[in-house]
């Protein structure tokens, strides 16, 4: 089965995260639990199994918030569910406007840059 744009986008962002965390995290006790908690978002991100990502998520924003401000908001969105309710409404308003504007571009058949439409709503608002 083909991977969507969107899931490309979430286990690539999801990975870069994880990666960014394990460095700073090196000095940590093998048995800390944060370093149980790398382990299985690692896994489920390496399964791109999105449930088991999007519990990984929920358990990260609950349990670890100082680790949160390095989360690519492009995640929380994607996984959706549970994970919304990390986000403001404007945040998720502006997301919502970000796949209107892909869904238009697919229905014409264009090319769709997200991190390009992204940042031109950024300007507008």
Same mark, same amino acid.
């Given at each position: 089965?083909?991977?969507?744009?969107?899931?490309?986008?979430?286990?690539?962002?999801?990975?870069?995260?994880?990666?960014?965390?394990?460095?700073?995290?090196?000095?940590?006790?093998?048995? *800390?639990?944060?370093?149980?908690?790398?382990?299985? !978002?690692?896994? +489920?991100?390496?399964?791109?199994?999105?449930? /088991?990502?999007? #519990?990984?998520?929920?358990?990260?924003?609950?349990?670890?918030?100082?680790?949160?401000?390095?989360?690519?908001?492009?995640?929380?969105?994607?996984?959706?569910?549970?994970?919304? *309710?990390?986000?403001?409404?404007?945040?998720?308003? !502006?997301?919502? +406007?970000?796949?209107?504007?892909?869904?238009? /571009?697919?229905? #014409?058949?264009?090319?769709?840059?997200?991190?390009?439409?992204?940042?031109?709503?950024?300007?507008?608002?």
């Amino acid at each position: 089965m083909k991977q969507t744009d969107n899931e490309t986008r979430l286990f690539q962002q999801l990975n870069g995260f994880l990666e960014e965390v394990t460095r700073k995290t090196e000095s940590l006790h093998p048995d *800390h639990p944060f370093k149980t908690w790398l382990v299985s !978002a690692s896994a +489920a991100c390496g399964l791109k199994d999105s449930d /088991a990502v999007s #519990q990984q998520v929920v358990a990260l924003f609950t349990h670890y918030a100082d680790m949160t401000p390095l989360f690519p908001r492009d995640v929380l969105y994607l996984v959706g569910g549970d994970c919304l *309710h990390f986000m403001p409404d404007e945040e998720i308003a !502006a997301y919502q +406007a970000l796949d209107e504007m892909r869904f238009e /571009a697919q229905m #014409q058949q264009k090319f769709f840059d997200w991190e390009q439409a992204k940042e031109s709503l950024k300007k507008l608002q």
